[in-house]
């Protein structure tokens, strides 16, 4: 599966700080831009993971499944 996301990336003193537009609360820093991306990039799977297994912990047990790919 291909995501892309949006990194907004800002320079705070001596780091670089970034965040996720499409993901509430998905947030990185590093002292380069890459080590920032990293971070963002790490922060964003988690989220996605952690929300996946929530949503499907609350599923009816009659509730079907399907895979939906987007692009």
Do not use: W
């Amino acid at each position: 599966m291909h995501n892309e996301f949006t990194a907004i990336v800002e320079r705070d003193g001596e780091y670089h700080i970034a965040y996720c537009a499409e993901v509430p609360g998905a947030n990185g820093q590093g002292k380069s831009r890459e080590e920032c991306l990293a971070n963002l990039r790490e922060a964003i799977a988690l989220i996605l993971e952690y929300r996946r297994e929530e949503s499907l912990r609350a599923l009816p047990t009659d509730a079907q499944q399907e895979l939906v790919v987007i692009g």
